[in-house]
């Protein structure tokens, strides 16, 4: 389904519910803010006759209803320290990149400055409702946070979080797998990886012992195993408390883990529409004229399908490349044995620290050296105009294509 952006601002829908006597947590009209007045952010300051002021937004009307209150009325503490914040943020970039000196005492603030501190309050609440979305949406136990302290950019107006592939009309990825192994005690000696004719990809650790290019197959929903089983990692999502975070070198948005990974753990998945290749061409011809790489070849087997993650995606719509990653791509099957459609996990090559952004590479080279069959068998749709590199990697080869 295709989804359209409500064109009515937030005030227009808020007044709206007013008028009509309506709740709707989503733009912030409750019961409560019906009766009552709660402060949503504070617009403006001015001082009069030795008093300070502030310009309130309140919770639930529209911004023709700011009123000025005296600071004694408010008890808002943690909104003024974020007014104070965003104005001393503002004062201390300065006009040209030069500092400009901060002056806590002022009786007004200049009309920018205030344009500036209310457009930082409306991407913190935005930021904020995307976060609970995102959060709402997800089906593993991680939170997922939101943070720009960069620039004013908000949430993506046509991005769609989704937790597994999306087919396209007429595509199937479930082939209707109806048998599973047998184990009382995962591996045993039919269990599914060597049912499929390889070896088991993870160590009693759980973690990943298996060389880039060799096939994941995991225990599926008709297995005799339990929840709990070692051949059961990729299918329960990522274990791992990660931030979407605003770069600071004009990559856009990045995502960095909020714990330490180990190595060879399984971080995430790369999910997405799932569309033929000549679907992916037609977008692709769109794609490289905006900069964008959201194309990636399921070309394990053969070059069918692609998976789109322009639109529809989950966290890892938003991981950066590099040319030095610390993610690397494996190709997984679960409840699908086609192997024209596997699904892609990503497990770290080295040990990640809190506060590190995940990469990988787009072009799945890199850290880990791939044989030249394997190289092809991973290697995502090909770029027809070449993009600039800002990886900043020692070894950054200058594009991303």
């Keep these: 389904a295709w989804y359209v952006p409500c064109l009515a601002s937030l005030e227009t829908l808020q007044e709206l519910c007013r008028k009509e006597n309506l709740t709707c947590k989503s733009i912030g009209i409750t019961n409560r803010s019906l ?10 300051y001015k001082v009069e006759e030795g008093k ?11 911004e023709s209803s700011n009123t000025w209150e005296p ?8 909104l003024i320290q974020n007014f104070l914040r965003d104005k001393n ?3 201390s970039r300065g006009r040209e990149g030069k500092a400009m000196k901060v002056r806590n005492h002022v009786k007004t603030l200049k009309p920018a400055i205030a344009d500036y501190i209310v457009k930082k309050a409306k991407q913190r609440i935005a930021l904020q409702r995307w976060k609970e979305e995102l959060n709402r949406k997800k089906n593993h136990k991680a939170m997922i946070l939101v943070e720009n302290t960069v620039d004013l950019e908000g949430p993506p107006l046509d991005f769609y979080y989704i937790n597994e592939y999306k087919p396209a009309p007429g595509i199937n990825v479930l082939n209707g797998i109806t048998t599973g192994c047998e184990c009382a005690d995962c591996p045993a000696e039919k269990c599914c990886p060597k049912e499929a004719g390889f ?29 709990d089983c070692l051949n059961r990692i990729v299918q329960k999502g990522t274990p791992y408390s990660l931030c979407i975070f605003r770069t600071n070198n004009g990559r856009g948005w990045g995502v960095k883990t909020l714990q330490k990974i180990k190595t060879n753990s399984f ?23 905006q ?15 692609t998976v789109d993650a322009a639109r529809y995606g989950n966290v890892s719509h938003f991981v950066n490349h590099s040319c030095d990653p ?21 497990f770290s090559t080295r040990t990640i620290k809190p506060g590190e952004e995940l990469t990988f590479d787009y072009q799945m080279k890199g850290s880990i050296d791939l044989t030249s069959d394997s190289a092809e068998g991973l290697s995502p749709s090909k770029k027809r105009i070449r993009t600039v590199c800002k990886c900043g990697a020692v070894c950054c080869r200058g594009y991303l294509n």
């Excluded at 004694?72 to 943690?78: A, D, T, V, W």
């Excluded at 569309?275 to 769109?286: H, K, P, V």
């Design 199 to 227: 070896i088991l990809a993870y160590n009693k650790r759980r973690k990943l012992k298996i060389q880039p290019g060799l096939p994941i197959y995991e225990c599926n929903s008709y297995c005799r195993c339990g929840p």
């Design 326 to 346: 610390n993610l690397q791509v494996f190709n997984v099957f679960i409840d699908n044995l086609d192997l024209r459609l596997p699904r892609i996990a990503l």
């Design 89 to 91: 943020e503002y004062l």
């Design 267 to 289: 971080v995430m998945e790369y999910v997405g529409e799932v569309i033929t290749s000549e679907e992916a061409e037609r977008r692709g011809q769109l794609y490289d004229n």
């Design 35 to 44: 009766k009552s007045y709660e402060v949503e952010y504070l617009c403006d």
């Design 52 to 62: 300070a002021y502030y310009l309130v937004k309140w919770k639930g009307w529209p």
């Design 291 to 305: 900069g964008n790489t959201y194309l990636f070849d399921l070309d394990y087997d053969s070059d069918e399908f």
């Design 71 to 78: 600071r004694k009325h408010l008890n808002c503490p943690l």
